[in-house]
């Protein structure tokens, strides 16, 4: 079936490190991917969003690569911090505007 | 402003009841989300409403489960009979028009199934 998916289930990053989150899709026909934050007992937060017209985005200190070629998206977050520790999801958008969620990726930050 | 707002944050109940869950939108956005999202998964679509109507309800998984949103802004979720396996986080989110611009998410009900 189809789905979108995630890497890795847990990231550890240092504090003020890089971080990378990936996303796998498996829909060609998505037009619109979303990345939400999500922290324990909250609804999740948006972050950044990309159409497949681009392949490339950037908030602050957050960028989205997308690679329609490979059904990838990334998100980097730049100088981690605690505050980012959370729980990631990446979403896309199918046909008839309904948004389908992966199973997100844990990240901890370390002092 | 105000984002979405859904009330009760948290709600028991028993097997069997009937359960309403409220989801107040932002104001002026046309479009409203409800999802499921139980421990450790992504939140999983349930219902889509743009303007009075459902446009897609595909995600309901049985007919115990209903939604309206009679003006257009809020919205009631409603299960009747529950059961244990309807436990879960209820969110709701609101959209400013539903395509291609994003969802904002409320913090959730809680519904807990004894």
């Known amino acids: 079936g189809e789905s979108v998916g995630l890497h890795l289930p847990t990231l550890s990053v240092q504090e003020g490190d890089n971080s990378i989150i990936n996303c796998a899709y498996s829909?060609?026909?998505?037009?619109?991917f979303i990345w939400y934050k999500q922290e324990s007992g909250k609804g999740p937060q948006f972050i950044i969003d990309?159409?497949?017209?681009?392949d490339k985005r950037q908030g602050q200190r957050v960028t989205v690569l997308l690679n329609k070629t490979v059904k990838h998206l990334s998100l980097q977050i730049a100088a981690t911090q605690p505050g980012d520790s959370a729980v990631y999801f990446c979403?896309?958008?199918?046909?008839?505007?309904?948004?389908?969620f992966g199973t997100g990726t844990r990240l901890q930050v370390f002092p | 402003g105000a984002g979405v707002s859904q009330t009760p944050s948290n709600k028991v109940t028993e097997k069997g009841k009937y359960v309403e869950l409220r989801c107040d939108p932002i104001?002026?956005?046309?479009?409203l989300y409800w999802y499921r999202q139980s421990l450790g998964q992504g939140p999983e679509f349930l219902i889509y409403?743009?303007?009075?109507?459902?446009?897609?309800d595909s995600g309901l998984p049985n007919d115990r489960f209903f939604a309206v949103r009679p003006e257009g802004s809020v919205s009631t979720l409603k299960i009747q009979r529950t059961e244990r396996g309807d436990s879960a986080v209820y969110l709701c989110?609101?959209?400013?028009?539903?395509?291609?611009?994003?969802?904002?998410f409320g913090n959730g009900t809680r519904l807990t199934v004894t």
């Open positions: 829909n060609s026909a998505s037009d619109y």
């Open positions: 104001s002026g956005h046309t479009a």
């Open positions: 979403a896309e958008k199918r046909t008839g505007d309904k948004l389908i």
């Open positions: 989110a609101s959209s400013l028009t539903g395509s291609n611009s994003p969802l904002h």
């Open positions: 990309i159409r497949s017209n681009m």
């Open positions: 409403f743009q303007g009075t109507g459902a446009a897609d």
